[in-house]
């Protein structure tokens, strides 16, 4: 959700490959403790619209940091656009509140209070 994936069929088709029953399994985890809720989709009744609470976004410094760390340790493996792991790994600050920006745009967008 940090990079704009809110919907399930796209998490399913993330580049990680989780299972459906796995994925289905951990959106209702991370829904029931309070990490992500979920909304509607404007497009049809049976789809969801998952986003980040308050208590998820609360997580953008650890994911920074491991993101940094996998740059660091990993980077062989990883598909990291250039500008975006300059960002993380020379501008922490930026990215952080870069990427929470996004995620304020994006519910302005699409949550209605």
Same mark, same amino acid.
């Given at each position: 959700?940090?990079? @704009? =994936?809110?919907? #399930?069929?796209?998490?399913? !088709?993330? %580049? %990680?490959?989780?299972?459906? $029953?796995? &994925?289905?399994?951990?959106?209702?985890?991370?829904?029931?403790? @309070?990490?992500?809720?979920? =909304?509607?989709?404007? +497009?049809?009744? !049976? !789809?969801?619209? #998952? #986003? &980040?609470?308050? /208590? @998820?976004? +609360?997580?953008?410094?650890?994911?920074?940091?491991?993101?940094?760390?996998?740059? /660091?340790?990993?980077?062989? *493996?990883?598909?990291?656009?250039?500008? %975006?792991?300059?960002?993380?790994?020379? *501008?922490?600050? %930026?990215?952080?509140? @870069? /990427?929470?920006? !996004?995620?304020?745009?994006?519910? $302005?967008? *699409? &949550?209605? $209070?």
């Amino acid at each position: 959700m940090f990079h @704009g =994936c809110h919907e #399930y069929k796209d998490m399913l !088709r993330a %580049e %990680e490959q989780i299972s459906s $029953s796995i &994925l289905s399994d951990r959106l209702k985890k991370l829904e029931e403790n @309070g990490l992500i809720a979920s =909304c509607p989709h404007p +497009d049809s009744q !049976r !789809r969801k619209l #998952y #986003y &980040l609470t308050d /208590t @998820g976004k +609360d997580l953008i410094h650890l994911m920074q940091a491991l993101l940094a760390w996998s740059i /660091t340790h990993l980077a062989e *493996h990883l598909d990291v656009p250039e500008m %975006e792991a300059d960002m993380v790994m020379n *501008h922490p600050k %930026e990215f952080i509140s @870069g /990427t929470l920006e !996004r995620l304020e745009q994006w519910e $302005s967008e *699409h &949550l209605t $209070s």
